[in-house]
């Protein structure tokens, strides 16, 4: 297999098997509606998780599946988000319902041809839909919006006598959409909660990497869709999954070599794609050879990955982050060390932890949710 940066699905896609299996059983009964929310870290594999899903759902010939992920909208506006799932959906369905044209095209179509192309009754839903989608505006009302677009899954797998899988990547960045420059994602999470309640037949997966927003959304008991929907955390690989990985493209790895390489990348998949990428380029693999590449992604692509996501942080944030990376843990230390007052310093701490870089492993200790960013800061960051 070659080294990817891309989510992976089928033949290179690793690990994970017990999750898998558990969500391809429950996800396959026809008479659950139970929806799964998978969160972690950001490059752990979540998009990965959910295409494998995908693709292993695709062969079961009663179930439908949608990918969509939030993070594609561009203008995150309520109008763009419920146009282009509606479209999703719509795509999914579309060998069952033996539409030869994609969602994008029949919108382009004149009403009058369109009424011609799906005159079959089941396709009237599908017209429907369409004509509703072409006619969105900017200042329509958010909840029938937000209605049309969930109940549609709904009315297809009804319809098509079939299940519904809607799994939404980066579920919680539906809190930041807008409509008419007003903030509606959180109203329109909780719409979406009160239509899952009701469905029969459709049902959802989603995945968020910022914990606590994930938390807003799903993780908390007081939040919309806890009990409807299944946690479940994606952890780094443990030991023999690096190995697995590595050695699926480098045959000739050595041990100490992959030992280097987990301890490096503590086991998250998108760095040990990363170094076998640059690995696999240089050809030859000695332990001293992985340190040396290790360092040269830590200059070059670390300072890509790493550098605009740190100079967007406030500068009080930044020195708390880097005060953490070279080894203060506690409110107390990190206070010494920044000179502030300790109730600023746990505001920013809950900022940072908010925005996905600061995890609070246990009471009054913090650390750095990425390993490998908390190494870029300690090396690459002059205080
Ligand atoms: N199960 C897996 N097996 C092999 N590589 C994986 C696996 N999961 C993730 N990766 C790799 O890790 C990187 C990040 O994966 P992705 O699914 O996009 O993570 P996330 O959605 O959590 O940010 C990609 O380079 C992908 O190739
Ligand atoms: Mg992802």
Same mark, same amino acid.
């Given at each position: 297999m070659q080294f990817t940066l891309k989510p992976v699905k089928g033949e290179g896609f690793i690990d994970r098997q017990e999750l898998l299996e558990e969500m391809f059983s429950e996800l396959t009964d026809i008479n659950s509606t139970t929806g799964y929310a998978v969160y972690g870290k950001r490059r752990i594999g979540k998009t990965s +998780?959910?295409?494998?899903?995908?693709?292993?759902?695709?062969?079961?010939?009663?179930?439908v599946s949608v990918y969509f992920s939030v993070w594609d909208l561009i203008e995150f506006s309520l109008v763009e988000f419920c146009q282009k799932l509606d479209m999703e959906i719509i795509d $999914? &369905?579309?060998?069952?319902?033996?539409?030869? &044209?994609? $969602?994008?095209?029949?919108?382009? *179509?004149? @009403?009058?041809?369109?009424?011609?192309?799906?005159?079959?009754?089941?396709?009237? +839903?599908?017209?429907?839909?369409?004509? @509703?989608? +072409?006619?969105?505006?900017?200042?329509?009302?958010?909840?029938?919006?937000?209605?049309? *677009?969930?109940?549609? !899954?709904e009315k297809l797998a009804k319809n098509t006598d079939t299940k519904c899988v809607l799994m939404i990547d980066e579920f919680p960045s539906i809190s930041e959409?807008?409509?008419?420059?007003?903030? %509606?994602?959180?109203? %329109?999470?909780?719409?979406?909660?009160?239509i899952f309640e009701n469905w029969e037949r459709t049902t959802l997966c989603i995945s968020g990497s910022i914990r606590s927003t994930m938390n807003l959304a799903v993780l908390s008991? *007081?939040?919309? @869709?806890y009990r409807q929907l299944i946690i479940k955390e994606v952890k780094p690989f443990e030991r023999e999954y690096t190995?697995?990985?590595?050695?699926?493209?480098?045959?000739?790895? !050595?041990e100490e070599g992959i030992a280097e390489i987990h301890k490096f990348s503590t086991g998250i998949p998108f760095y040990i794609q990363f170094i076998g990428k640059m690995l696999e380029r240089r050809g030859e693999v000695t332990v001293e050879g992985i340190k040396e590449i290790e360092e040269e992604f830590l200059r070059e692509e670390g300072d890509i990955l790493f550098k605009e996501? @740190?100079?967007?942080?406030?500068?009080?944030?930044?020195?708390?982050?880097?005060?953490?990376?070279?080894?203060?843990? *506690? !409110?107390k230390e990190i206070t010494n060390s920044v000179g502030d007052k300790v109730s600023n310093v746990n505001r920013f701490l809950k900022y940072l932890e908010e925005k996905? &870089?600061?995890?609070k492993k246990e009471k009054g200790y913090y650390v750095i949710e990425d390993p490998v960013f908390e190494r870029w800061l300690r090396d690459r960051v002059d205080v």
């Open positions: +998780i959910l295409k494998e899903v995908q693709r292993r759902l695709h062969e079961e010939h009663k179930i $999914a &369905y579309r060998p069952l319902l033996g539409l030869r &044209y994609r $969602a994008r095209e029949l919108i382009q *179509t004149p @009403f009058a041809v369109l009424r011609k192309i799906l005159d079959r009754s089941e396709l009237k +839903i599908v017209y429907d839909e369409l004509e @509703f989608l +072409i006619s969105l505006k900017e200042d329509m009302d958010k909840n029938l919006l937000v209605e049309n *677009t969930f109940s549609l !899954p959409l807008r409509s008419n420059n007003s903030k %509606v994602g959180e109203a %329109v999470i909780r719409k979406i909660r009160s008991s *007081t939040s919309p @869709f190995k697995e990985l590595l050695s699926s493209s480098i045959l000739d790895i !050595p996501e @740190f100079e967007n942080l406030s500068s009080k944030e930044r020195l708390i982050v880097i005060n953490i990376a070279k080894g203060c843990h *506690t !409110p996905g &870089y600061v995890l």
